[in-house]
Nanobody, 124 residues
Framework: VQLQASGGGLVQAGGSLRLSCAAS????????MGWFRQAPGKEREFVAA????????YYADSVKGRFTISRDNAKNTAYLQMNSLKPEDTAVYYC??????????????????WGKGTQVTVSS
């Protein structure tokens, strides 16, 4: 599976962005999808994950209520809608794919595939 993340950019605090993660290769619907981020000088952290059909999602506490993860299996694409952005959301965002869906995402336990990151910068 090859993953390509896009949609990052510069936005003012309180604004919104939507990230996309386009997948090619093996059957997209066989993989749970998720997003991680890494801010300068900080460790990578889990942001959100979505199950294979999209029927289940979960989020890091820091983004709950502001970010929404979704997927369109017909388009082989996952999304991360980010609203009410804060300067502390500034980071490189990465999408990932893994056949497992569960605590492995929160624990960053060996995702099978990673996309290149997309920069999100939130100005105050």
């Amino acid at each position: 599976v090859q993953l390509q993340a896009s949609g990052g950019g510069l936005v003012q605090a309180g604004g919104s962005l939507r990230l996309s993660c386009a997948a090619s290769g093996r059957t997209f619907s066989s993989y749970a999808m998720g997003w991680f981020r890494q801010a300068p000088g900080k460790e990578r952290e889990f942001v959100a994950a979505i199950s294979w059909s999209g029927g289940s999602t979960y989020y890091a506490d820091s983004v709950k209520g502001r970010f929404t993860i979704s997927r369109d299996n017909a388009k082989n694409t996952a999304y991360l809608q980010m609203n009410s952005l804060k300067p502390e959301d500034t980071a490189v965002y990465y999408c990932a794919a893994d056949p497992r869906y569960g605590s492995n995402w929160y624990n960053q336990d060996g995702m099978d595939y990673w996309g290149k990151g997309t920069q999100v910068t939130v100005s105050s």
